[in-house]
């Protein structure tokens, strides 16, 4: 069964920065196009940050400048380096692989990890 783990979150300042890791297991990692969402309370869930197993990268207009998402294949590993944190930043962020092949959908998630952007 396919494993995502998110590790990273955690209590910061507005302004700091975090870096998010996710790390997947029993799937073949390099495939998949992984991205970043995020909730907050009382909020949809947004689409973050993406990139391809191209390595194709696309933010949603308020990071952009201010968020990078990069992969590392040989560690199964996808990272979220978020600086500049706004408190608007606060929420849970998920990771998500999700690849389609022969008509059939491949979507994974992991559970999440917090974000919250205090003074």
């Known amino acids: 069964q396919v494993l995502l783990v998110e590790s990273g979150g955690g209590l910061v300042q507005p302004g700091g920065s975090l870096t998010l890791s996710c790390t997947a297991s029993r799937m073949a990692f390099s495939i998949y196009n992984m991205h970043w969402y995020r909730q907050a309370p009382g909020l949809p869930r947004e689409l973050v940050a993406s990139?391809?197993?191209?390595?194709?990268?696309n933010y949603t207009e308020s990071v952009k400048g201010r968020f990078l998402i990069s992969r590392d294949n040989a560690k199964n590993t996808v990272s979220l380096q978020m600086n500049r944190l706004r408190p608007e930043a606060t929420a849970v962020y998920s990771c998500?692989?999700?690849?389609?092949?022969?008509?059939?959908?491949?979507?994974?998630w992991g559970k999440g990890t917090q974000v919250t952007v205090s003074s």
């Open positions: 990139i391809t197993s191209a390595e194709t990268t």
């Open positions: 998500n692989a999700y690849f389609k092949g022969n008509g059939v959908v491949h979507d994974f």
